[in-house]
């Protein structure tokens, strides 16, 4: 018997995942299979932005859905594909891998079935920095 989920299925070139309610932070990415562990399981997309255009527009947002690629160009993930919607967590299950301009996702360790996906996003560009809220008993409690 197939699991009904209450987010909407997003199939990806490997895997499919689904966006559904997150016990961390609004929604996020869950996983519809069993996943290996360090396997390429999708890639974040959308426009390219200035590092400089994209830290002023995060400094106010909730959510962050950008990912800087290097000291001059920042991914807008806002409104592409549904790995821009993967939570912050202490003790991730995933990490990113930027390759030229391209970011990429993959697991760290094997990941089952109905889990959420998780990366630690390290730091933020709000001034203050946010409340970490992954509830993990590693949590740092900021980033």
């Known amino acids: 018997m197939k699991k009904k989920t209450t987010g909407s299925e997003v199939p990806t070139d490997r895997y499919p995942f689904a966006i559904m309610k997150s016990a961390i932070h609004g929604v996020g990415v869950h996983t519809l299979a069993n996943l290996p562990a360090r ?26 859905f950008m990912v800087e690629i290097d000291d001059r160009w920042a991914l807008d993930c806002s409104g592409g594909s549904a790995l821009g919607h993967v939570n912050h967590s202490c003790a991730p299950n995933c990490y990113l891998r930027i390759i030229g301009k391209r970011v990429e996702m993959y697991t760290l360790r094997r990941v089952r079935a109905n889990s959420e996906l998780t990366i630690d996003y390290i730091e933020t560009p709000h001034a203050k920095g946010m409340q970490c809220v992954c509830g993990n008993e590693w949590c740092r409690g900021r980033l």
């Open 39 to 64: 396997k390429k399981i999708g890639e974040l997309t959308g426009p390219l932005l200035p590092l400089r255009v994209a830290r002023k527009l995060v400094r106010d947002q909730e959510r962050i």
